[in-house]
Every structure is written in C-alpha cells, then in structure tokens.
C-alpha cells in the first residue's frame, strides 16, 4: 500500500511541518512538491518507520497552505490515518480532515508555556503550598543539622575522660531528641498539606476536563476514542496533579538538602568535599538523558494503554454482541497484544531504570568507600576527627539520597510534562458550537415551524461523502411530518441536523424563521425532545431516568413522575417491579425490555414538554400489546406539537399531516400519504409497494 501526499506550502513552513509531524511510514511515500521543497525534490521514494500505520495509510491527498488559515484542498482518505503534530495549524488541519490528533512531544522539550500552564494549575493551592514549604525548610534543616550534631556526640564520646561527660552527652542528647521532634511534626505537616493539595489540583483538573469534554460538539466523538478520554480523565490528571505536588516537594526537599549537605561537607572538610563532588557533574547528566527518555517513553506507554482500555471499555459494555458472536477468545487476544505492547514499553523502562539505578548505588558505594579511604588517611595524619568523619560520611549520604531524589524528581516532572500536554489539547480545544451562547426566544415567540433551507451537508469525518444536496423541507408549527426513506438516505442526519449536534456545510436550518445557529443551543435542546430508536437510559433509578428529562430535576415532584408514568402506559409496567419507581435498570437500561425502555424515554420526553418533538420510531418488532401501548403513548405526546417522525409503521405515515420522501440527498416527495400514492411513479409508491410485498413475500421483494 502505498499513499500520496501532497504538500503546498513554503518551503521553510514545508520543512518546519515535516519535522514536527513526524512522518513515518513502514512503506515508502512518494512526496510530490508543489512549490519549493528541494529538500524532498531529489527523494521521491521516502523509507520512514513507524507513525502512519501501513494497515490505515490508504490514499491521502494533502493540499496545505502556508498562513494563518489552513486550506485544506484535494483531501481524500478513505480511512482516518495517524497525523502526529504539535503546530496548531496542522492540528487544525488534521481535524479538519477528520483525521485523528496526537501532539508529538519531542522527548526532553518542554516549553516555557507548558511550565506555566503546570504553575497556573497550582496557583488555588498557593497558600497550602507555601504552608508546605515552611515545614519543609523546618524538616530540612533538621535533618542537615543532625550529621553535625551526631558528629558531636561521637567527639563527646570518644573524649570521654572528662567528669562531666555525662551530663554534657545527656544535654546533647536531650536537644537533640527536641530538635528530632519538631522535625518529625514538620514533615508530618508537609506531607499532609501536599497531599491535600495534590488531590485538590487532580479534582479541579478532573472537573474541568470533564467538562471540556461534555462542551465538545459531536463530531469530535465521532473521532475521538472514549477510551483515550477516559484514561486522560483518570490516569493523566493523577499524574500531574502529582507531578505538582510530591513531586515538586520532594524536588525542592532534594535541592535544600542536597544544597545543605554540600555546604556542610565543605564546612567539615573542604579537601574531601572538593574530592567527592568530582563525580555530581556526569552524574546530573546522566540523570538528565534518563528524565528525557523517561518522558518519551510514558507518552508511548500511555498511549498504547489509552488503546488497550479503549478496547475493553467498548467489548465489555457490548459484551453481548461479543458472546452472541462467540468472540471472546479473539477479543483476549486482540487486548492480549495490545497490553503486550504495554509491556514491552514497559520492559524498555524497566531496563533503563535498572541500568540507571544500578550505576548510581555503584557510584554511591565508591564514593563512601573513597570517602572512607581519603578520610581515613586524613585522620591518620590528624587532620580530622572521627566526629568529623563521621559527619562527612552522613552529609556525602544524604547528599548521594538528594541527587537520587532529584533524578526521579526531574523524570517525574518528565512525566508531568507529557500528561499535561496531553489534557491541555484536550481542556484549550474550542468547540465548534458554543454551548451557552445566542439568541433565547420568549415562550410566546416559539411556535415551532421548522424549515431546512437549500442544506447540504456531509459528517466532519467523512467530508467527500454528502449526505444532502441543497435539501429544503418545511414542517408547519404544530403539524406531523413523517420522514422516510431508505437505509442511509439521512433520516437521522436530519434529526441530527435540527439539534444542531452538527451544522451544514451550506443553506441554513431555521425553527420560526431564526437561523438555529443564532440560537443559544443549550435552549434550543430544552425545548425539542427526542425519543429514538433505542433508548439510552441511565444505570440509576427508573424514577431518576424519568426526572432527567425535566430542566432543573430537582424541582421535579414524585407526582410529576407518576403522571409522565401513566401517560406513557409506563405506569403499570413499572408498579409491578419489587421496588417500583426505584428500580433500578442496568446500564443503557439493559435491565428492561425494548418496549419498556420506549414507555420511560415517552415519559422522560413528555416531562421535558418540549414544543418540538422528535422521534425515531422502533423498526425492532414489539409484540401487539407492546407496540399498542408505545403507540398510544406516542400518540399522547404528540398533541400540540410540530413533530418530525422517522416513520416506519403504515399507521403513522397514514396518520401524518405530510411525508416527506428522502432520496438522492434531497426531498424527492412531500405531501399527504392520499396525494404522494397518486403518483404512480413516485418513489413513495414504490415504497409503500415494497413494503406490502415485503409483508407477503420478502424473498421476492429483496430480488426486486
Ligand atoms: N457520525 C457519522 N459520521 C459519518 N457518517 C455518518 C455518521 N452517521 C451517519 N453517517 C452516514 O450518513 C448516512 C446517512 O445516515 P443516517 O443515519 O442519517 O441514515 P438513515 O436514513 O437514518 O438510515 P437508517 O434508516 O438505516 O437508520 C449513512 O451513509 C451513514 O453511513
């Protein structure tokens, strides 16, 4: 397989982009250059490694152009494809193309604004945090006081030919066990605030992204993977708001001490200090190659888990296609390689560290042994006590746990790093819509009338394919539209279309005359109500699920909930369950039926008493008592409002004020079903002709 790209851009702006996007690829890639790029004129087959995925990489054509404003020509790929960038136009780009975006951090750089984008998350904790870092100063002094004081009593003890040696080594003691003390109660206060504030940072972070999230317009859902959502929700916030907090107070612990510790070996003995610290600088670099690779290395690792998790999240909450498909052999072991990947990522950690960790505990034990050595021939020429010594050897200890400290401290804040990019893409990404902003109409203004004006329109992630072609189609306020159609004409994309979960490419969907992309779509969706095909209801009680359908739920009164009931002929159904109207159903409701999951969304529906109701009627059989009891709920929640049905029952169509015959992009038909069967060589004719052989022979009406 092999793919085209094309690039039109300066030549510079070509190389910049080239180098940012990473471009790898198992197969060769022809690159054709439109303006400029000598760099690539000469190499019209290009051998890359990894990034687009041979198995995805179909046929991408690529029109770019340089500027504030990407201009996306000539794009065509039958298959999403891997685009790894960090400029915001080519992000911008790859989204457009309905491409997935991954930010490519290059291991190691971390730019000012990520640091101050980290600075800003702990900025509400500013004060717990400073709290922190008094008793961390209090708990550090301490402890780089206690090899001085140590060294004392060992002098004290080994001039013990003194009367009062006793009482000057129990005072000793004494003070010191005070200072022991404070410095115990100040640690235990450092690491109290800094959790606290740790779990404080990962709770404001988790909210905001949450809500990022659910500010997203749809097409973004359908190219984002919920298990990549999910796992920044959960494991990237924790390791930021870690990196922020432990992290960043064992840091600073390290620094003091290690600072201190240097100091005081100086103080003891400047000759050994200046000996020992010969060995810090290639040490620091090594920590610094380790932190850069660390980084690198838990993007890949959480990436590959982000996958695997998006795979079990979608196979366990379908598990019964899974079982009814008897794929759960081949599902383990899909999941099985993806963790396998895990784990070799893992593994290629795991060994760094241990070549890491292994040189510095070698360096550690040469350095005492050398201080031990050096030291000892200083004593011997009565240069150095034993206190001194002994001193000296605590401080060069400390200092080696500091430098350790600062090493995991840097590849911690490596980490940070990478899981902050990763949720700031997500919490700064602009949704196309906003969700609170526009026009909100008075209740007297809202009729109801709706209108698709010359609306064509193709999905975001598929944008060769229309789906309608200047489409117009007037329901009254207040009347009955039945839609209908083949498979894949676009019912639903009209429905979609009215909720505005996406906006056409061209033309303009109107309620009462107003444009809906001037109304505040938060208002425009609390005043239509949408009953579908299947249902979705939430795993909490049936009475919840009910009450979710009003505006502000809390207000909703049990009353409320059992009239909606009972409108809906759910009422009976529901009494007859142990526990009533707290049932709980599972979740999607997978504890109910299909007719019973349509009864609770009618009466979710009729509690919302929206103005403008859409429905998308069952094709699923329901059995006669079932589909009666749906049907006449239905019916009721029909009353007074304008209604647009995607219908696939006689009744309803032969019930409908029009119908609307969807075919070829646009409206082919639209008029009573009387008047639509007068034309005999209609298209609805022939559907409905269809439909009767398809009831008396199905075989038959197939091979038509
Ligand atoms: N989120 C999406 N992204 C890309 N393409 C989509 C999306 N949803 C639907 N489509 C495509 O749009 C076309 C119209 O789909 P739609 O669901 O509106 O048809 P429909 O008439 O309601 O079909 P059915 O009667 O089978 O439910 C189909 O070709 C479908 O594959």
Redesign the pocket.
């Known amino acids: 397989m092999s793919g085209v790209i094309m690039l039109q851009m300066s030549r510079f702006a070509t190389r910049k982009l080239l180098q940012q996007w990473n471009i790898n690829c198992k197969n060769p890639v022809r690159l054709y250059q439109l303006s400029g790029l000598t760099l690539m004129r000469s190499q019209r087959k290009l051998v890359c490694k990894n990034v687009f995925e041979a198995s995805l990489f179909t046929h991408v054509r690529l029109g770019v152009t340089s500027g504030p404003r990407c201009v996306w020509t000539n794009f065509r790929a039958s298959t999403p494809f891997t685009f790894y960038s960090t400029s915001t136009h080519s992000r911008q780009a790859a989204e457009h193309a309905g491409s997935e975006v991954k930010t490519n951090d290059k291991p190691g750089q971390v730019s000012t604004n990520d640091f101050k984008k980290l600075l800003q998350l702990a900025h509400p904790e500013r004060w717990r945090l400073s709290a922190a870092v008094s008793f961390l100063v209090v708990s550090s002094a301490v402890t780089m006081s206690a090899p001085f004081f140590l060294g004392k009593v060992i002098d004290t003890v080994y001039s013990n030919s003194s009367e009062e040696f006793t009482s000057s080594l129990t005072s000793l003691c004494i003070m010191l066990a005070g200072v022991f003390l404070c410095g115990g109660a100040a640690n235990a206060a450092r690491v109290y605030l800094i959790q606290v504030s740790g779990q404080q940072i990962v709770r404001n972070l988790r909210e905001s992204l949450f809500s990022s999230i659910l500010r997203q317009e749809v097409g973004f859902f359908?190219k984002t993977r919920t298990g990549e959502l999910i796992n920044r929700l959960s494991s990237d916030t924790a390791i930021v708001g870690s990196a922020l907090t432990d992290n960043v107070s064992d840091g600073l612990r390290s620094i003091a001490q290690a600072g201190a510790g240097v100091s005081m070996m100086f103080y003891v003995s400047p000759s050994l200090a200046t000996f020992v610290l010969m060995i810090v600088p290639p040490m620091a670099g090594l920590a610094v190659i380790y932190g850069r690779y660390v980084r690198s290395i838990s993007k890949q690792t959480q990436d590959a888990l982000a996958q695997a998790m998006q795979l079990a999240e979608e196979r366990i909450s379908n598990l019964r296609t899974v079982r009814a498909f008897g794929k759960e052999l081949t599902e383990v072991q899909t999941y099985a390689e993806k963790v396998d990947y895990v784990l070799r990522l893992a593994k290629k950690e795991a060994l760094f560290t241990a070549g890491f960790f292994g040189v510095t505990g070698l360096s550690g034990n040469m350095i005492i042994l050398s201080v031990l050595y050096k030291g000892g021939l200083l004593m011997g020429s009565e240069h150095m006590t034993v206190g001194e010594l002994s001193s000296f050897l605590m401080y060069a200890f400390w200092v080696g746990i500091s430098i350790a400290g600062l090493s995991s401290f840097y590849s911690e804040l490596m980490k940070g790093f990478g899981a902050g990019t990763r949720l700031w893409e997500l919490m700064e990404r602009k949704p196309e819509f906003p969700l609170n902003e526009g026009v909100v109409l008075r209740p007297e203004q809202l009729k109801g009338a709706l209108e698709f004006h010359n609306v064509s329109f193709a999905?975001p992630?598929?944008k060769d394919v229309l789906?309608f072609q200047n489409l117009s189609l007037t329901v009254p306020a207040g009347s009955v539209m039945a839609v209908v159609?083949s498979?894949?004409?676009?019912?639903?994309?009209l429905v979609s279309l009215l909720l505005r979960l996406y906006d056409p490419d061209s033309g303009m969907v109107t309620i009462d005359g107003h444009d809906i992309r001037n109304l505040n779509a938060y208002w425009l969706r609390s005043r239509i109500g949408t009953v579908s095909q299947e249902p979705v209801l939430f795993s909490c009680s049936i009475a919840e699920n009910i009450a979710y359908g009003a505006s502000d739920p809390s207000q909703v009164t049990t009353q409320d909930i059992l009239r909606a009931a009972q409108i809906a002929n759910a009422h009976d159904f529901i009494n007859g369950f142990p526990k009533g109207f707290d049932t709980v159903v599972g979740e999607k409701g997978v504890l109910l039926s299909g007719g019973q999951k349509q009864r609770i969304a009618i009466a979710r529906a009729l509690l919302k008493n929206p103005k403008i109701l859409l429905l998308d009627e069952a094709t699923s059989a329901l059995d006669t008592e079932n589909e009666f009891l749906v049907q006449e709920a239905l019916e009721r929640l029909m009353q007074d409002r304008t209604v647009l049905v995607?219908a696939h029952r006689l009744s309803t169509i032969q019930n409908a004020d029009a119908v609307a015959v969807l075919d070829q992009q646009h409206v082919v038909e639209c008029g009573s079903h009387a008047q639509l069967l007068t034309n005999q060589d209609g298209l609805f004719r022939k559907l409905m002709e269809r439909q009767a052989l398809l009831h008396a022979d199905p075989k038959l009406a197939l091979a038509k």
Do not use: A, N, Q
């Not at 498979?487 to 994309?493: A, E, I, L, R």
């Open positions: 359908d999905y992630t598929r789906i159609g498979s894949g004409s676009g019912k639903s994309t995607i």
